[in-house]
C-alpha cells in the first residue's frame, strides 16, 4: 500500500508534507483490508503530524440519503451489517447542506439475517444490498442501497466537510500552524479504530496438550 500512496503522490506531482489530512475508510468491510488501511492512515498522521478522520461505509450511504433511512449490507454467511441515521436535533428537513441532515441514531451492529423481519419495522426508509433484497424478498417496501461509484470520492468529501466544521483562521496564523495543531487536537490519528462488527472469518482456536 505504501509504494502505491507514493506513486499516487508522483503522479499528482504532491508530496506527503504537502497533505493537510488523511481520510480512510474504517468499515464494515474486509477485516483485514481495513486493519491495514487503518493502520496505514495512522502511522502517516502520526509521521506526518496531520489529523486523520475514519469515515464509515454507512456515512457514505448517509451522504447520498436525504431522509431517515436503515441501511442493510450483507455480512456473508448469514449475518449482515445493520446502521440507522435519523435528523440530528435542530437540522431543518430543508436545511442547504445533505450531509448534516442525517447522523447515526444508534450504533451500527451485525445481526443474523433472519432477524430482519423483526428489525426493518420502522417509519423510515429500508435499503438493502442487492444480495440481501434476493434474500429477503418477503420484506415488503424495501430498496435498493444506492451505488457508491467511488467511495474514496464521497469518503474525502465528508472528511473535508467534517474538518470544515472545526477550522478556524486566526489573524496571527499566517502559515497554518494553530490550525493545523488544532484540527490534530479534533481529530487525533489515536482516535481511528476499524469498525469490527463481526469476528473474522479465521480464528486461531487454543488446544489442550
Do not use: W
Amino acid at each position: 500500500m505504501i509504494p502505491a500512496i507514493d506513486d499516487l503522490l508522483k503522479g499528482t506531482n504532491c508530496k506527503k508534507s504537502a497533505l493537510d489530512a488523511i481520510a480512510v475508510g474504517i468499515g464494515p468491510g474486509s477485516f483485514t483490508g481495513i486493519r491495514v488501511a487503518v493502520v496505514v492512515a495512522r502511522t502517516l498522521g502520526q509521521a506526518l503530524k496531520i489529523p486523520v478522520l475514519g469515515i464509515s461505509l454507512f456515512d457514505c450511504y448517509a451522504k447520498l440519503i436525504n431522509e431517515p433511512f436503515t441501511a442493510v449490507t450483507d455480512a456473508g454467511g448469514n449475518f449482515a451489517y445493520v446502521a440507522r441515521y435519523a435528523k440530528p436535533p435542530g437540522v431543518s428537513h430543508g436545511h442547504r447542506d445533505q450531509m448534516v441532515k442525517l447522523a447515526p441514531a444508534e450504533a451500527p451492529k451485525c445481526v443474523k439475517v433472519e432477524t430482519l423481519p423483526d428489525l426493518l419495522k420502522g417509519p423510515e426508509r429500508r435499503l438493502l444490498s442487492a444480495s440481501l433484497l434476493e434474500k429477503m424478498k418477503a420484506l415488503a417496501e424495501c430498496e435498493p442501497l444506492p451505488e457508491l461509484n467511488n467511495i474514496a470520492l464521497v469518503q474525502s468529501e465528508i472528511a473535508a466537510y467534517r474538518l470544515s466544521l472545526k477550522q478556524s483562521t486566526p489573524g496571527d496564523d499566517a502559515d497554518g500552524t494553530y490550525q493545523r495543531a488544532r484540527l490534530m487536537t479534533e481529530f487525533p490519528y489515536e482516535s481511528v479504530k476499524p469498525l469490527y462488527l463481526r469476528q473474522a472469518s479465521i480464528t486461531l482456536k487454543s488446544f489442550s496438550p
